[in-house]
């Protein structure tokens, strides 16, 4: 099963983009290659009241660090699409991951 991203960048051609619209899909997609920090922020914040949450404690699970968590979120999904949480509660290396797309989600747990 592949994430959104994976699909998408399959099939993109980047030579016919300026390097700047480049870094941007491979940032947040193709259909928003124009966009910087901001509109990335506001666009999480229209989503994340209804994402998917994936709540991990590293103290369960030692082989999964923060990093490579972290690292999967990059590589497999758009910058836009996921948000992450450390020490929730207060508890130390409890970790919360949103994701915008309920099979990312799913994905992620998969993984870790």
Not at 44 to 51: D, K, Q
Not at 64 to 78: D, F, G, H, I
Not at 80 to 91: E, P, R
Request: aromatic share 16%; hydrophobic share 30%; net charge neutral.
């Amino acid at each position: 099963m592949l994430t959104q991203k994976q699909k998408e960048q399959a099939l993109i051609n980047f030579d016919q983009y300026n390097p700047t619209e480049r870094k941007n899909i491979r940032l947040y997609g193709e259909g928003n290659k124009d966009w910087d920090q901001v509109s990335c922020i506001d666009h999480r914040h229209r989503w994340m009241p209804y994402g998917a949450d994936v709540r991990i404690n590293t103290f369960q699970k030692p082989d999964s660090t923060y990093y490579e968590m972290r690292k999967w979120c990059l590589e497999n999904t758009y910058l836009q699409s996921w948000l992450h949480i450390s020490n929730i509660d207060g508890v130390q290396g409890a970790h919360q991951f949103l994701f915008e797309h309920e099979t990312d989600a799913f994905l992620f747990k998969l993984r870790f």
